[in-house]
């Protein structure tokens, strides 16, 4: 069970890294050439939580 929250954890922290790295200066990959789509890495973040969320309770 503590592995399952760490990844959720590392997960998460993971992309709030790359949203800050994108705010400051764009990534440029396709879909985020500006900082203002930053957004998209904040649902990108939401759904990958959930599925690991998911998976952790089945597992």
Known sequence: MLVKSGMSKL????II???AI?????LG?????RRSDF??????AMAAISITALLGHWG
């Open 11 to 14: 997960l998460a922290l993971v």
């Open 17 to 19: 890294g790359i949203m």
């Open 22 to 26: 994108q705010l400051i200066k764009p």
């Open 29 to 33: 990959w396709p879909g985020l050439k």
């Open 39 to 44: 957004w998209k890495l904040a649902v990108l």
